[in-house]
């Protein structure tokens, strides 16, 4: 009997060997943590780890280098993408990704992201927009929506003041470099599984040479925006989803392709 019930155990949950088996620093209901999951998922899927470099600059994911199982890089503010540039060219047959958040890639990143898109770089983006500054105590972000309270808009974000939130995958879905660019969310185990297909796929782009890519992810900031787990990931749906809608902003045809396969 016990032999049968043996038999009949399936494995549900495990740390994939790309991901640490180390306490992280991120936040309770923190989707940080969800999305390194899935990128450590497709790199044992891919069986690229042992060549594989991550690199994370300034922002709430500062730390990341301790959480994969990979090689891994800390980049200046905002320069995750020349960095990657210099690794990517340097040793073509590595698997290089940028993780940032919308406060390091949408402002001061922003030229770095721009360029190394427009010039198809060979590596891919892990870009994790949560509409705020996290790390150095929710101030306005470039992605922060109209009317959003932050620390440094207690009224709400004022367009006219301000300006509009910067929609990334848009902008850089229009660069003639860019192979693959998407917009998925973690709010929900369907966006979730569909965010692990997207970042799946911008690996394999890579892997292919045909372009840069890029996976925005919409991603909650409890803390900051002063809510619940459950609230956060309801907000996410209700506010940023309408703003920021999901899908494909650049898909060439080699990478339809590629999907097919």
């Known amino acids: ?28 209901g923190c989707t940080h943590g969800i999305a390194h999951r899935l990128v450590a998922e497709v790199l044992d899927e891919l069986g690229v780890r042992g060549r594989t ?23 200046a503010h905002g320069r995750a993408p020349a960095m990657a540039t210099g690794m990517k060219r340097a040793m073509p047959d590595c698997v290089v990704f940028t993780y940032q958040g919308d406060g390091d890639l949408a402002a001061i990143g922003l030229a770095e ?22 790390m ?47 917009r998925r969310s973690l709010h929900s185990v369907k966006e979730i599984n569909r965010a692990k297909k997207a970042i799946r796929t911008a690996f394999e782009v890579q892997l292919a040479g ?17 809510m619940s787990p459950p609230d956060a990931l309801k907000w996410v749906e209700e506010h940023m989803v309408p703003y920021y809608p999901l899908g494909d902003f650049k898909v060439i045809d080699a990478v339809r392709s590629l999907a097919k396969r």
Not at 117 to 123: I, K, L, P, S, V
Request: hydrophobic content about 40%; proline content about 7%; charged content about 15%.
């Open 210 to 226: 045909l372009g840069f890519s890029m996976v925005e992810l919409l991603s909650t900031c409890p803390t900051n925006w002063g």
């Open 136 to 182: 150095t105590g929710g101030q306005m972000a470039p992605t922060t929506l109209p009317g959003q309270r932050t620390t440094s808009s207690p009224y709400g974000r004022d367009v006219e003041l301000t300006g509009f939130p910067i929609r990334m995958a848009e902008l850089i879905g229009g660069m003639s470099g860019a192979a693959y660019v998407v």
């Open 1 to 28: 009997m016990c032999a049968v019930a043996l038999a009949d155990e399936r494995v549900v949950y495990k740390r994939p060997e790309a991901l640490c088996d180390v306490p992280t620093h991120y936040c309770p």
């Open 53 to 75: 470099i991550g690199i994370s600059p300034v922002g709430c994911a500062v730390f990341a280098y301790k959480y994969f199982n990979t090689d891994g890089a800390e980049a």
């Open 113 to 134: 992201i721009v360029h190394a898109a427009t010039r198809g770089e060979q590596f891919t983006t892990i870009f994790v927009n949560n509409a705020i500054y996290g």
